[in-house]
């Protein structure tokens, strides 16, 4: 049973309680974004935190009795100039989103998380549509997630590997025009002569230009040249910065010779392959 005060009570009896919808928005770098949908901007919670007012409009969340999650859906109207720019890149996949109630009186007030979940953004027009997965999602992960195989178990820089992904970080800027969305020219990027693959699978993240805070995959890098698996939003311009780390292909060797961290490899390299397994 939820305790609210008696002033809470009488403002119920009254019918002078306000009501409004708060949505947290937390990205994959941490930054979470308040709004709600009152008519103007709310300072709500302890410690104070301020909603700015939206129109956002959210569907009936879809509520399951059976082995499927719940599932709810956000839209918002109107994307235009800068915030278009925004939502035209991948900032938006895989945000963390709370959805809760929010009701108060004259110095009193209460709320209750009505939904919790993960989405990825799509657009169409002027109009976000971030679909929402109810946390329970991750009960759908397999168990145990550690299996027997010859390649490492753990993802490079994750808290198995428990390398600092800080510690490898390059920075660098563009320093020509690219000719499309995949590669970025840097005249001063070079891989290792001991180790040309260094930066396979690796990682660029965009720090400046069109495509700000933007992260791909790297699929192949030369000297002055990096391409990407997934292509940008926009073509890299000289002078766009980027950020950029040496992938892992989960091997002990890489593992060993790459980052002296085969102490913590989790693979199987004894394991016999497929086609010489009875």
């Given amino acids: 049973m ?9 403002a119920i009896r009254q019918d002078t309680v306000q009501i409004c919808e ?20 709310l300072d709500w919670g302890s ?22 999650v719940d599932r709810a859906s956000i839209k918002l109207s109107g994307i235009t100039g800068q915030l278009f720019d925004i939502v035209n890149k ?3 996949d895989g945000v963390y989103v709370v959805i809760k ?3 108060w009186a004259e110095g009193t007030g209460m ?8 989405g990825n953004v799509s657009f169409d027009r002027n109009e976000i549509d971030l679909p929402i997965t109810s946390i329970l999602n991750t009960l759908n992960i397999g168990c145990p997630r550690n299996i027997f195989q010859q390649p490492c178990n753990y993802s490079l820089f994750d808290t198995g590997c428990t390398l600092n992904q ?3 970080k390059s920075s660098s800027t563009a320093s020509s025009d690219s000719v499309n969305e995949y590669t970025i020219i840097d005249a001063a990027f070079t891989v290792p002569v001991g180790d040309p693959n260094k930066y396979s699978l690796g990682e660029v993240h965009i720090t400046s230009g069109n495509n700000t805070e933007e992260r791909r995959m790297i699929i192949f890098a030369v000297d002055g040249l990096i391409t990407l698996a997934v292509p940008l939003s926009y073509k890299m311009e000289a002078g766009d910065t980027y950020d950029y780390y040496p992938g892992c ?3 002990p060797e890489i593992c060993r010779d790459r980052f002296s961290n085969e102490e913590n490899f989790y693979g199987f390299v004894y394991l016999p392959a497929a086609e010489e397994s009875m």
Avoid: W
């Avoid at 708060?22 to 103007?40: P, Q």
């Fill in 2 to 10: 939820r305790d609210v005060s008696q002033a809470f009570v009488d």
């Fill in 90 to 92: 991948p900032i938006l």
């Fill in 166 to 168: 800080t510690d490898y």
């Fill in 22 to 41: 708060l949505f947290e928005f937390t990205l994959r770098n941490s930054n979470t974004y308040y709004y709600c949908t009152h008519d103007e901007d």
């Fill in 249 to 251: 292909d989960g091997t």
């Fill in 47 to 68: 410690p104070s935190k301020r909603y700015y007012s939206a129109p956002i409009q959210r569907t009936v969340i879809d509520s399951n009795m059976n082995l499927e």
């Fill in 101 to 103: 109630r929010a009701l």
């Fill in 111 to 118: 709320e209750f998380t009505v939904f919790a979940g993960t």
